[in-house]
């Protein structure tokens, strides 16, 4: 079975400084990995997948994400927070070989960005 | 290019009423799914299908019908609502009818607010 924990339900951070979103999975087999984002009252946008060509994910927008197989985690990071980033993100995991072919959701991480 | 488009956008219904969400998409996707997001549990699955004529249950499938006739469409179907169905509903499609994985994404409607009183 494949699970997905997203650490932070909030993360508070001021315009200009890093921005850490921590997710660890679990998968029976190798996952696909997501990151999507959800600004309010929108739907979900990808940000950035793991294809398994690279451990540093580059995605939209300035954010990159890490695969730490050996940590079972795909953190998601940007060097400088804009206005524009406070959203909803959400940790997601797939693995094709269940029976539902579905994705997993992590709970959510809001990130807001102070002034 | 629409995409996958929902309707209606926001619905209010009274407890034991039914009603249909549309969920259309354009890509000639083979995989749709239906998901519904609460505070703080992410989204969760609500049945899925790999094809036209071919539906199956996800996670929380219960007090909800679909059918696929059609590659385009997915209803979501109500049979009798309830307050604990007050939800946001999202329709998502996908290219192979595996579903989701490295090679491919979800693609995500713009979602239906329901809210059961």
């Known amino acids: 079975a494949q699970s997905v924990t997203q650490l932070d339900s909030h993360v508070s951070v001021s315009e200009g400084t890093p921005v850490l979103l921590r997710c660890n999975y679990s998968?029976?087999?190798?996952?696909?990995l997501f990151w999507y984002v959800q600004h309010p009252n929108k739907g979900l946008q990808l940000l950035l997948k793991?294809?398994?060509?690279?451990?540093l994910v580059k995605g939209i927008n300035g954010f990159e994400a890490e695969f730490k197989k050996s940590e079972t985690s795909f953190h998601l990071t940007k060097p400088s927070a804009h206005m524009s980033d406070a959203a909803e993100y959400f940790c997601?995991?797939?693995?094709?070989?269940?029976?539902?072919?579905?994705?997993?959701f992590g709970s959510g991480t809001r990130l807001q960005v102070q002034p | 290019n629409a995409g996958v488009t929902q309707t209606p956008k926001f619905q209010v219904l009274k407890t034991g009423q039914s009603m249909t969400l549309q969920c259309a998409q354009d890509?000639?996707?083979?995989?749709m799914s239906w998901y519904r997001q609460d505070p703080g549990m992410g989204l969760r699955l609500i049945h899925y299908?790999?094809?036209?004529?071919?539906?199956d249950q996800g996670e929380v499938p219960n007090g909800y019908n679909v059918s696929r006739s059609t590659t385009e469409d997915f209803p979501l179907r109500l049979l009798s609502a309830a307050p604990s169905q007050t939800s946001v509903y999202f329709c998502?499609?996908?290219?192979?009818?595996?579903?989701?994985?490295?090679?491919?994404?979800?693609?995500f409607g713009q979602g239906t607010r329901l809210t059961v009183v």
């Open positions: 998502a499609s996908s290219y192979s009818p595996q579903g989701v994985n490295m090679n491919t994404e979800a693609f």
């Open positions: 998968s029976s087999y190798s996952p696909s």
């Open positions: 793991y294809t398994s060509a690279a451990t």
């Open positions: 997601v995991v797939s693995d094709p070989y269940t029976g539902r072919r579905a994705l997993t």
């Open positions: 890509m000639n996707h083979e995989y």
């Open positions: 299908s790999v094809g036209a004529g071919i539906t």
